[in-house]
């Protein structure tokens, strides 16, 4: 099984700030890797596919990059939606797998 | 627009069964795959499984095999999640979600079905 960690656990940042969101995997995944978002009582929402294309709908703000083993989420410029939990995936091999989750809260 | 709706929370006691059911809109039910993840109180998300809508093959996580069975109703563009021999580590939330084209991202969610296994 791939087993995915991110980092960091809990992230504080001020609005308007970039935050950096780091995912690897245990082995390769190739670009076969998604980003979620999710708010407290809310399903997880799609953010980026395919390591960095963004779903539709997401804003720009949203960015994914990274092939392999590494992967980066950057959010450019915090908003006040964007505090959140953040989930990878990834899909390349059974199981599909799940990072623990980065929580992004306001500093 | 594309929508998941599931059915509602579900209260059982060790060792029953839960059926969960997410009925699908606004697209060719057969044409995309249906996976069910669930997520423990305050715990990250967990993939239990994947059926293709389009000739019911499945995948399922190994730690539930043996206690879970997924299926379709393509006539009504349902898909239900089955749990046997329920434990209170099963409390969880249980999502259905649409898998991405030809691919295993999941987009959209259904909203969630809350499963309470206590005695």
């Known amino acids: 099984e791939i087993v995915m960690t991110q980092s960091p656990a809990t992230l504080s940042v001020s609005p308007g700030e970039r935050a950096t969101l780091s995912c690897r995997a245990s082995?390769?995944?190739?670009?076969?890797l998604a980003w979620y978002q999710q708010k407290p009582g809310q399903a997880p929402r799609l953010l980026i596919y395919?390591?960095?294309t963004r779903a539709t709908g997401i804003p720009a703000r949203f960015s994914g990059s990274g092939s392999g083993t590494e992967f980066t989420l950057t959010i450019s410029s915090l908003q006040s939606e964007d505090f959140a939990v953040y989930y990878c995936?990834?899909?390349?091999?059974?199981?599909?797998?799940f990072g623990q989750g980065t929580k992004v809260e306001i500093k | 627009q594309v929508q998941l709706v599931q059915s509602g929370a579900e209260v059982k006691k060790p060792g029953a069964s839960v059926k969960v059911s997410c009925k699908a809109s606004?697209?060719?039910?057969?044409?995309?795959?249906i996976s069910w993840v669930r997520q423990a109180p305050g715990q990250g998300l967990e993939w239990m499984g994947w059926?293709?809508?389009?000739?019911?093959?499945?995948n399922y996580a190994q730690k539930l095999q043996g206690r879970v069975t997924m299926t379709t109703d393509t006539s009504t563009s349902t898909a239900y999640m089955e749990l046997r021999s329920l434990r209170s580590d099963d409390t969880a939330v249980y999502y259905c979600?649409?898998?991405?084209?030809?691919?295993?991202?999941?987009?959209?969610w259904g909203q969630g079905t809350l499963v309470t296994v206590s005695s």
């Open positions: 979600a649409k898998a991405g084209a030809a691919a295993g991202w999941f987009d959209p």
């Open positions: 395919g390591a960095s």
């Open positions: 059926i293709s809508t389009y000739n019911g093959n499945t």
């Open positions: 606004g697209y060719t039910f057969t044409s995309y795959a």
């Open positions: 082995q390769s995944v190739n670009s076969n």
């Open positions: 995936q990834q899909y390349n091999y059974w199981p599909w797998t």
